[in-house]
């Protein structure tokens, strides 16, 4: 009998034991990278179910108070503005979309202590 010969009374796992740990490494590798890819779709919505409120809105219930010592002031609107468009707050910044009695659109950009960044007059020459 030659030594390659195949034996019936042994056991299939033990005589492809290599075989078997390469394919319950690979196993675990996809179940890890699954895993974190669910984690990451999470992370990237930033929250696990759906809501009908908006994402600032969610954000800002969960976020602390500001401190006592940091005065916060208002923006202010020119008083050359008729009506205000639309307000959009992201990454700390709100934007102010405006139209003043001429119909010019003016869009302005305020920081977290109400200082005006930039201002966006198309008309403006």
């Known amino acids: 009998m030659a030594q ?3 034996d019936p009374n042994e056991n299939p796992v ?3 034991r290599g075989i078997v740990i390469v394919v319950a490494t690979l196993g675990v590798l996809i179940v890890l ?9 999470a992370m990237k919505a930033g929250k696990l179910g759906s809501s009908d409120a908006p994402q600032s809105a ?9 401190a006592a010592s940091m ?8 008083p050359s503005a008729s009506g ?14 405006t139209r003043t009695d001429e119909g010019r659109d003016i869009v302005r950009a305020y920081d977290r202590q109400g200082v005006m ?9």
């Open 4 to 6: 390659n010969d195949f």
């Open 84 to 97: 205000i468009v639309s307000m959009t707050a992201d990454a700390g910044i709100l934007y102010i979309h």
């Open 117 to 125: 960044l930039f201002e966006i007059d198309p008309a403006a020459k």
């Open 58 to 66: 969610q954000n800002d219930a969960a976020a602390p108070a500001p």
């Open 71 to 78: 005065p916060v002031s208002t923006p202010s609107v020119s």
């Open 33 to 41: 990278g699954l895993g974190g890819l669910v984690y990451g779709i």
């Open 14 to 16: 033990r005589a492809n």
